[in-house]
């Protein structure tokens, strides 16, 4: 069966976070390699002073993984072509322009 895309909220209030989503909850993603590319569709529910400000990933596969910003910084797009086995935490790093610190928001995606 063909890896499909997943839509996934992100909610910051306060310097706190919750994820919603994902084929796995809470954000986490599952794909199968081999199975095609997959998106990971984030979008930011969260005060207008908050946007996304970057990605990170860490573990192991990084090289299955890239994203971009988009919708005034209120979503990102991550892409993983689900090429090889991975289990990566992606950081979405969300900016305050109100002065606050950075919120880092850090659920999984695991390709098996």
Same mark, same amino acid.
């Given at each position: ?80 072509? %689900? ?21 880092? %928001? ?7």
């Amino acid at each position: 069966m063909p890896n499909s895309d997943q839509q996934v909220s992100l909610s910051v209030q306060n310097g706190g976070y919750q994820y919603s989503g994902g084929n796995k909850g809470n954000g986490n993603v599952e794909n199968s390699v081999g199975q095609g590319p997959s998106k990971i569709h984030v979008s930011l529910n969260a005060a207008s002073n908050y946007f996304i400000k970057d990605v990170q990933f860490q573990g192991s596969g990084l090289e299955n993984f890239s994203f971009d910003i988009k919708g005034n910084e209120r979503r990102v797009d991550i892409d993983d072509n %689900c090429r090889t086995p991975a289990d990566v935490k992606y950081t979405v790093i969300v900016g305050d322009s109100n002065g606050g610190p950075d919120v880092l %928001c850090d659920p999984r995606v695991v390709n098996k």
